[in-house]
Structures are given as structure tokens and as C-alpha cells.
């Protein structure tokens, strides 16, 4: 199996490995055990073999049962599908709806994310989420692997990785640099977005918020660990589970 950060998915966004990261106490973060992605539900035959192959044995999809619902994931029978959203409102409004709200004031769309990273900490749904994809972490004791995401593998996945890497014992620029990529990987789709808007009558305002609403910016990470620093929020799993997953996920 080959030791690639950016994985060979031609029909989604997002796919990352999570191995090969060291921590603090000089360790490294096994390779394909654990990816994060934007969701499966465009993925083609090949991507499909792919992952397969990859040894995927969970996939969790952090997304609302709206957006499963519109979207459902395309999976090996092999593969148990878990669904576990971090929000479960929030997905209903129309793309006109969206356009119209993003219209008139270009500073919405930073906002909202920030608002929304801070729910991600602060959310009891959100923090249950996150337990149970612990949980899937840690009963994923075999050869295989474990694959979670969102819509487009940035906020709720970007949060998800960052605790799954902090639990390891990695160190936070690191993790922030992790979080980061999706800046890059998120441009195509944004493209896409704002030719999907455009129809509604494309703006400045609706320019930057639709940029906005779609790439990654430190600001938003920022505002999560602030919200976590502020309230003195424990670790994601307890120390016994940080144990576990420190044994299965690492190597020497």
C-alpha cells in the first residue's frame, strides 16, 4: 500500500490519509488506517475498487440525515456504514434560499463558519458525534481502515482529524497545517459552486461568500481551539481510550 497524503479519487473531493504524522513523544501516526474525505456519493467504479482495496472496513458519514438522504454514500457491501451526524439541521433551505442569503453582505459566510466551528465544539449533538467516531476508532482493531467525512471533507472531517490528531499526541501546527490542506484540494469545487450560484445572479458579495463557504481559513480553526481553550473542555476520549488508540494507530 503506498504512503500518499492526497489519495487517487477522480470522482470526489478531499481524500486523505491521516498516517505518517510524528508526535510529540517521537512516534508516527500508522499509514492506512485512517482517511478523511468529502462524501462518497459521486464516487465511480474504479474509486470505489480503490477504496476497497484500500481495506476500508467503517465509513462514517458526519453529515446530516438530509444530506445522506439527497447524497447517500456509494460503498463495497464490505464496508459498514455508520451515520453519525455532527449536526442533524441546517441542510433544508432551496439553493435559491442559499443564493438570497448570501447575496448582499460579503462578510456573511466568514462569519457563519466561525459560528459554526465554535457550535462543533460547543454542540452536545456535535460532541456526541465525535465519541461515537472515537468509539468506531477504537473497535477497529484488525488490518483494515477507518474513513470518515462530511459534505466536502473541510469543517466537520477538518475538526474530526484535528481531535483524531491530538489524541495521538501530535502537535498543534502540525495539526493546523492537516486542516490547511483543504484549501488547496477545495478550489475545483468552489469553481463549481459558483458557476452552480450563477444562475441566481452572481455578486461580489455572493463571490466571496461562496469562497468563503467552501475552502478552509485559520480563522475558522482558530475559533474552534479558542472555544475549547476558553471552556477547558477535556480531551476527546478518555485516557484509557487515548491508550488504546495510541496502541493500534502508532507505530514504534
Known sequence: MSQQRLLDIKNGYN???LGGYQTKDGR????????RSGDLSELSDSDLAFLEDYGINFDVDLR??????????????KIKLIANPVFNSGHDKTEQQYAEQYM??????????INSYQSMVTSPSAQNAFKNLFKTLLANTDN?????HCAQGKDRTG???AFFLFALGVDEGTIKKDYLLSKEAMKPFIQ??????????????LRQNLHDLYTVDESYFDAAMATIKEKRFANPI???GQRHLRSNLHVL
Open 28 to 35: 508516527f501516526v500508522k499509514w492506512n488506517k485512517v482517511l
Open 64 to 77: 446530516s440525515d438530509t444530506e445522506r438522504t439527497k447524497a447517500p454514500d456509494k460503498k463495497s457491501s
Open 144 to 148: 483494515g481502515a477507518v474513513l470518515f
Open 159 to 161: 475538526l474530526s482529524a
Open 192 to 205: 463549481v459552486k459558483i458557476d452552480q450560484y450563477s444562475k441566481y445572479g452572481m455578486t461580489d458579495e
Open 104 to 113: 448582499d453582505d460579503a462578510k456573511r459566510g466568514k462569519q457563519n463558519m
Open 238 to 240: 478518555h485516557s484509557w
Open 15 to 17: 481524500f486523505r490519509e
